[in-house]
């Protein structure tokens, strides 16, 4: 069974940072792209970053470039998004997911609250 | 392009068939994926490619597309199916991701 689990959400204040982790299990991790996807609470969804099967190439959306960097850890199935100078627009339900053109693997989110 | 236009809402009476569409320059060049959300749970992948849907996925879900425009159909609507949905694609550029605005749709 493919899983994705989240984690390292949380409260903020604005400007700081966060790290969020992915645990992948049940697909072999180092054959996909991974994804960060972001839902504003109610709202729609928004692709954060993504990184390649290695982890050399990385591609940012326009909101986060600069202030966000992702990377992975194939020994330990695991992928990461390092948030900085946090915003309060930055607020929402994180996703950690695979394949999202192809296979479709998605976690459950992790919340992040950027707020004073 | 770097958007997905979707209508925001539409609603049909159990049984029928809806259509739901997605509008970009993107979609000249890429076939679109589309997502089933439920509330409080995550998307799940319903079609990709086009025409491929993932084990689980009933046949009464299928795709199509024309120019910059897409659409998926869903014939005999269950309750079920009550959700958002969300078209995915590159932009033209084939280096960034877009998400659609979603489209709720309410079973009748």
């Given at each position: 069974e493919v899983q994705l689990v989240e984690s390292g959400g949380g409260l903020v204040q604005p400007g700081g940072s966060l790290r969020l982790s992915c645990a992948a299990s049940g697909f072999i991790f180092r054959s996909y792209w991974m994804y960060w996807v972001r839902q504003t609470p109610g709202k729609g969804l928004e692709w954060?970053?993504?990184?390649?099967?290695?982890?050399?190439?990385?591609?940012?959306?326009?909101?986060?470039?600069?202030?966000?960097?992702?990377?992975?850890?194939?020994?330990?199935?695991?992928?990461?998004?390092?948030m900085n100078s946090l915003r309060a627009d930055d607020t929402?339900?994180?996703?950690?997911?695979?394949?999202?053109?192809?296979?479709?693997?998605?976690?459950q989110g992790t919340l992040v609250t950027v707020s004073s | 392009s770097s958007e997905l236009t979707q209508d925001p809402a539409v609603s049909v009476a159990l049984g029928q068939a809806v259509r739901i569409t997605c509008q970009g320059d993107s979609l000249r060049i890429y076939y679109p994926t589309w997502y089933q959300q439920k509330s409080g749970q995550a998307p799940v992948l319903v079609i990709h490619g086009?025409?491929?849907?993932?084990?689980?996925?009933?046949?009464?879900?299928?795709?199509?597309?024309?120019?910059?425009?897409?659409?998926?159909?869903?014939?005999?609507?269950?309750?079920?199916?009550?959700?958002?949905?969300?078209?995915?694609?590159?932009?033209?550029?084939?280096?960034?991701?877009?998400?659609?605005?979603?489209?709720?749709?309410?079973?009748?």
């Open positions: 954060v970053a993504d990184i390649n099967q290695d982890g050399s190439q990385m591609t940012y959306g326009d909101s986060v470039r600069g202030r966000f960097t992702i990377s992975r850890d194939n020994a330990k199935n695991s992928l990461f998004l390092q929402a339900l994180y996703y950690c997911a695979g394949g999202i053109a192809t296979s479709g693997y998605w976690g | 086009n025409k491929y849907r993932p084990s689980g996925i009933p046949d009464r879900f299928a795709a199509s597309g024309s120019g910059d425009t897409a659409s998926l159909t869903i014939t005999e609507v269950q309750a079920e199916d009550e959700a958002v949905y969300y078209c995915n694609s590159r932009d033209s550029s084939g280096v960034r991701w877009l998400f659609g605005g979603g489209t709720k749709l309410t079973v009748l």
